[in-house]
């Protein structure tokens, strides 16, 4: 199992926040020094996040993002505020390894489809943000329906994987609820990469059991509850 520690980016800040909420971020500094702190403690892959994008500005941080790309030359997998193939497709040429849809993808799920047939199924990623089991889209602040609905209809339209965000834990360093999760994977035959709420090492482990492909680290990781290393370990 694969470990994606996060950059969420919020006003050129990298931050993490409480439950999607701006008012709740707490401030870590430069986006690429993070990036480079998690690099440099063995991580090979990064999860980058558009938060000023997320909740509609999606030419917020750009610019901190294509440094990123340009300095670390590792796989970056990129979500927040992608509204159109065009958006998607310009992040891949750039050189993100793999985009994030989410309220694109509910509204025009066939984007998946042509994103995969130009750039190939492994760099597109459907977003699965779930509260009470409901998708939320628009930066967590509508629902659109059932969450194991659309990992189908994901699937069917031509995703290569799945980001599946327990919403109703993320932020809180609490554990997971391991429920959503393995009723998720009961019912896709995609790779699932999951976030929200992983806060100790056997979170870690129960996920990896339960067979998905990767996690996300990131609020349990920028307070020091979660060291990368041990994470890493367990991962594997």
């Known amino acids: 199992m694969r470990v994606f520690p ?33 690099l440099s403690r063995g991580a090979d892959c990064l999860h980058v996040v558009n938060l000023d994008g ?9 610019r ?28 891949l040429d750039l050189g993100i390894f793999r985009v994030i ?25 459907a977003g699965l943000d779930a509260r009470q089991g409901q998708v939320t889209v628009e930066g ?15 699937e069917e339209c031509g995703a290569g994987s799945l980001l599946f965000t327990n919403v109703d834990v993320e932020g809180l360093e609490k554990g997971i609820d391991p429920r959503p999760v393995e009723a998720l994977l009961q019912r896709t035959r995609l790779p699932v990469t999951v976030a929200g709420g992983i806060t100790t090492i056997s979170d870690i482990r129960l996920l990896r059991d339960l067979g998905a ?24």
């Open 213 to 236: 492909h990767a996690v996300v680290l990131g609020s349990a990781l920028y307070s020091g509850k979660l060291d990368l290393a041990e994470a890493m370990e367990a991962a594997r």
């Open 54 to 62: 997320a909740f509609g500005r999606s030419q917020e941080n750009v």
């Open 140 to 154: 967590w602040q509508k629902s659109a329906g059932d969450y194991l609905g659309w990992a189908v209809r994901f």
């Open 6 to 38: 996060a950059v969420d980016i919020l006003g050129g800040n990298c931050v993490q926040l409480v439950q999607g909420r701006r008012e709740s971020a707490t401030v870590f500094g430069d986006p690429l020094s993070c990036a480079r702190k998690w």
């Open 101 to 125: 849809l989410g309220t694109l993808a509910t509204k025009d799920p066939a984007v998946l489809g042509r994103l995969s047939g130009e750039y190939g199924r492994d760099r597109v990623m």
């Open 64 to 91: 901190h993002i294509r440094k990123i790309i340009r300095e670390t030359g590792v796989e970056i997998q990129l979500g927040g505020g992608i509204r159109s193939f065009e958006d998607a497709a310009s992040w």
